[in-house]
């Protein structure tokens, strides 16, 4: 906890419309010199669209008034990047204690970058806590940018023109337009900066050794290797050139202006290097340095201090302790990487956490054929996370889609957010390690968390995240959702030249959930024109909606012969990529002993590497058919409709945050009855039936988690029980209750009576919408919850509280 007469989740971090950063914090009244600074370089036009008459500068007298607020009736937020104020935004309670007066200020060489938005986002935040309903602001008829960031807050509005000024009322009730536009807003502006960083026009590389082999030479040459399209500048305090490029002994030097710093210094000498590009104007950084919070509490402060110095002065960090980033796109040419080899074009982005196995994966990447838009190695993960280039790419033309190798995830809140809408558009396939220890590396310091990995794969798969098993599937699946259309339905048709394949296949077809059809076995003498009329008849087939095409050298004589190598193969792969390459169904190849994509089973770009409509091969049939079976399944997910979450009544919000607080600051356990009837919910009461228990716990992986299962000794002792992801949909609540595998006694088995199943539904709604608006509430238990066919009584509630983990809200503020 800070020593400030304010919250401490009103300082915040946050990401501008073109991609730069900025710090928001309360004025304090030690901000005099600062507002006196700031007023100084805002010209006589903005001024005047702010107090409707001229006033050339502000008295002391103004500055005292203005810098002296009691953060209650009067609050004032600025914009801060580096030691500049950049835009204030304040508010004055009325007459009215539901109603406050408005108004904002941004200077001018920082006008449309999204900080007067973002301020009015935060100031309505810290209004709502302070009792206030509604701003009122006074517009000057011309000022039409402080109008539109007005009106385009999503609010329901009021607007009337009065004595040749508009005057606007917003009511600050959360709306589904608001949140819209929340979303839209954070969408922009981390898309953004995670395009500045993969589009530099231009990289210093501090720390750049004339030592061979070293990290800052092997990202130089690296980076001269790939024939980046822009100017590379070595920092060296020594050195005239390194790897036959001139040097420079300080970033500030380079005559040119820098977008990005790759820095390969000691740890004790990176904040050094962040100041001198924080006054440079470097938009972003790949610290490849390690000795931060993998090393323990003295590092970990480190790491932080370096992310708060860059944030506050417009900058983004990859690492610190990472591989780096690339960018395959032919107009930029990116690898500021310590990876000699990197794939080649393709359409799959790759965050990776490791730095460690970076240079492995990439490898194995690129041995695959499978083909890369762009990938990030984030390391300790300080900053930039997977969240960030979820946000990138799913507005990325040139990727459709996402591979993602987790250790943990930064804010869980987010991620299961952005995963459920990224993944309605394009596939993201996720390795997430630690099923032994299912925990989240802080570096990589671990603390425990008590979900089991069945629940984890159901949220993962709620999300519509494909979990796989290793590297190995997460390749297998990537290449199919890469290059191949997704398939209508389980039915799969299988074609081959030996009859071992096929049966091996149609196992594995029953093994995955996919129902295989009649086998089309050509035998060993089958040729290219008898593999075309086989496909061609699947591809036509309206009762097919995959095929698995085997192929393997035919054994003639007791000896495996190849017949004239390619002269046999080599057609017959031609004829696979050439009929798929026209279908709207995917086609799987296995030749047997080959891994990855022979060149003949590739639909070529003009630049030569894979494009849509190749036809990816695997080195055995039981991983063609996995592969196929979870492009299956994820395209089952994009079909199922969404669902909503219902408007129900009974439900005060802001009492229930009111009992929460007021729980935690007075050191109370909390009264989980009273809480629930904030959201609806009675506890008490008698009623038979069958008894059910449902909890919710706020996951440091995922957030806020919903269980359900019957209150039962058997039940517990299976862990039969349904997770989800809170809030809960009509549909998704729905799903829950008949996920468990003793569901069919609450639907009247055997004759027995069925319990009022849609109370029981609305229950878990309830439930899950308190888990996700209150992530103070660590642990909340209902059981039992007694079911019978006239409704449900919950008899009995416990709850725990804590500190959130991470931010309070989804979306209102935005923040870091």
Not at 237 to 247: F, I, L, S
Not at 790 to 802: C, N, Y
């Amino acid at each position: 906890m800070t020593d400030h007469p304010y919250p401490d989740h009103w300082e915040a971090d946050v990401v501008l419309s073109d991609g730069g950063t900025a710090h928001l914090r309360p004025i304090r009244a030690g901000d005099a010199e600062l507002l006196r600074a700031f007023y100084s370089r805002v010209s006589a036009e903005s001024i005047y669209y702010r107090f409707f008459s001229p006033r050339p500068h502000l008295s002391d007298k103004e500055i005292r008034h203005f810098t002296t607020v009691d953060y209650s009736d009067r609050v004032a937020l600025i914009a801060t990047i580096g030691q500049q104020m950049v835009g204030v935004v304040r508010y004055d309670r009325t007459k009215d204690p539901g109603q406050a007066e408005v108004a904002f200020l941004v200077e001018d060489a920082h006008q449309g970058r999204g900080i007067g938005s973002v301020l009015l986002e935060h100031l309505a935040a810290a209004a709502r806590e302070r009792g206030v309903a509604r701003f009122e602001a006074n517009v000057l008829p011309d000022n039409r940018k402080m109008s539109k960031v007005f009106k385009e807050a999503g609010y329901a509005a009021v607007q009337r023109f009065e004595d040749g000024i508009i005057q606007l009322t917003l009511d600050l009730s959360p709306t589904e337009t608001s949140r819209e536009v929340m979303a839209a807003r954070e969408h922009r502006a981390e898309s953004r900066s995670i395009e500045r960083l993969l589009h530099p026009s231009s990289v210093a590389v501090i720390g750049a050794s004339r030592v061979s082999h070293s990290v800052g030479q092997t990202v130089l040459r690296n980076l001269l290797g790939a024939d980046f399209t822009g100017p590379v500048y070595p920092v060296h305090p020594e050195a005239h050139a390194v790897a036959g490029v001139r040097a420079y002994k300080e970033i500030a030097e380079i005559p040119d202006k820098v977008d990005l710093a790759v820095v390969a210094v000691p740890a004790s000498a990176v904040q050094d290097v962040l100041t001198q590009c924080a006054a440079q104007g470097v938009h972003g950084l790949i610290v490849v340095s390690s000795g931060f919070a993998e090393t323990g509490q003295e590092g970990r402060a480190a790491q932080q201090e370096l992310v708060r110095v860059a944030r506050a002065n417009g900058m983004r960090v990859v690492g610190p302790n990472c591989l780096g980033i690339s960018n395959t796109d032919p107009s930029v040419r990116l690898n500021a990487t310590l990876a000699p080899v990197t794939p080649a074009r393709g359409p799959v982005g790759f965050f990776s956490q490791s730095g460690a196995l970076g240079i492995a994966i990439l490898q194995r990447t690129a041995e695959r054929g499978l083909g890369l838009s762009t990938f990030v190695s984030a390391g300790n993960r300080a900053d930039v996370s997977g969240n960030d280039l979820l946000q990138y790419w799913e507005a990325d033309p040139s990727t459709n889609a996402v591979m993602l190798h987790l250790e943990s995830i930064g804010n869980p809140r987010k991620f299961t957010r952005l995963a459920r809408r990224v993944s309605r558009s394009k596939p993201i396939v996720a390795v997430k390690t630690g099923r032994s220890l299912q925990g989240v590396p802080l570096g990589h310091a671990v603390r425990r968390i008590d979900l089991p990995d069945h629940a984890v794969s159901a949220l993962f798969e709620q999300a519509g995240v494909l979990r796989v098993e290793d590297l190995g599937e997460m390749f297998d699946v990537a290449q199919l959702l890469a290059y191949q259309p997704l398939p209508a339905g389980r039915r799969v048709a299988i074609i081959d030249n030996a009859d071992s394949l096929g049966l091996l296949a149609r196992d594995a077809a029953a093994v995955h959930g996919l129902v295989a059809g009649p086998l089309a076995s050509l035998g060993p003498r089958a040729d290219a024109d008898d593999y075309a009329r086989a496909l061609t008849a699947a591809l036509e087939d309206p009762a097919v909606d995959a095929v698995v095409v085997l192929y393997t050298p035919p054994v003639l004589g007791g000896a495996q012969l190849m017949l004239s190598g390619r002269r046999r193969a080599e057609p017959v792969a031609e004829t696979i990529a050439r009929l798929a390459r026209g279908s709207d169904k995917p086609v799987v190849a296995t030749y047997l002993g080959q891994k990855g994509m022979p060149r003949a089973l590739r639909a070529p770009t003009p630049g030569g590497e894979p494009g849509p409509g190749s036809v990816p091969s695997y080195p055995a049939p039981d991983d063609a058919v996995r592969a196929l079976s979870y492009a299956y399944r994820y395209a089952a997910w994009r079909r199922r409709p969404q669902g909503r979450i219902p408007d129900l009544d009974g439900i005060d919000k802001e009492r229930a945050r009111g009992l929460v607080e007021g729980w935690l600051a007075e050191g109370e356990r909390g009264d989980a009855a009273e809480l629930l009837a904030c959201y609806g919910v009675r506890v008490g009461g008698g009623r038979g039936g069958i008894a059910v228990h449902i909890a919710t716990q706020e996951d440091a992986s995922f957030g806020a988690v919903v269980s359900f299962r019957l209150a039962d000794v058997a039940a517990a002792l299976l862990d039969d029980r349904a997770y989800r992801l809170a809030p809960l949909t009509e549909l998704e609540a729905a799903d829950m209750v008949r996920a468990i595998r003793m569901a069919p006694l609450l639907f009247g088995h055997q004759g027995s009576e069925k319990v009022a199943v849609e109370a029981l539904e609305e229950l878990l709604i309830r439930v899950a919408l308190l888990a996700n608006d209150l992530p103070e509430v660590a642990r909340l238990e209902l059981e039992p919850v007694m079911a019978d066919a006239d409704g449900v009584t919950v008899t009995a509630a416990r709850i725990s509280l804590a500190p959130p983990p991470g931010p309070r809200q989804a979306l209102e503020p935005r923040r870091m």
